[in-house]
């Protein structure tokens, strides 16, 4: 029960890094400084690697705390927290409900941040159509596209 009690612990702070880092990513897609955004990604993306080479090793820390209380196979932390014996029953609930509400905010903060990158994409978008004129405004069933009539543009080049 330590060793899932601790792989738990370090799954804990893995999730709380990942919503920091989210977070960090959030200000940096507000802030409109996208020099940053690639640094951010990446952070996120080693964490959640992190992230899964953990929950292999809590696996099978769940698998062999399962078997020295006689439960079957792959339980779940509800199953192991009603099996155990205090005080190991109370503190596995309370890692379950701290993973219940981390991936409530890890969810949370995805979601802001891919509202933030489609506002960021149809920003620049639309600023570049102002700029270069009309472009595609959709496609037929059959994938052609649908370009709509060409709008003269003003562009200072001496910029």
Known sequence: MEKLSLILWRERELLELLSYKLEVERLVLASGRTRWLINATREIEDILATIRETEVLRSVAADEAAAELGLSHDPSLAALAAAAPDPWGSLLLEHRDAFVAAAREIAQLSEDNQGLLTAGFRSARATLLGIVG??????????????????PGLVDRAL
């Open 134 to 151: 009309s472009g595609p405004e959709g496609y037929t069933p059959d994938g052609a596209a649908v370009v709509g009539t060409a709008r």
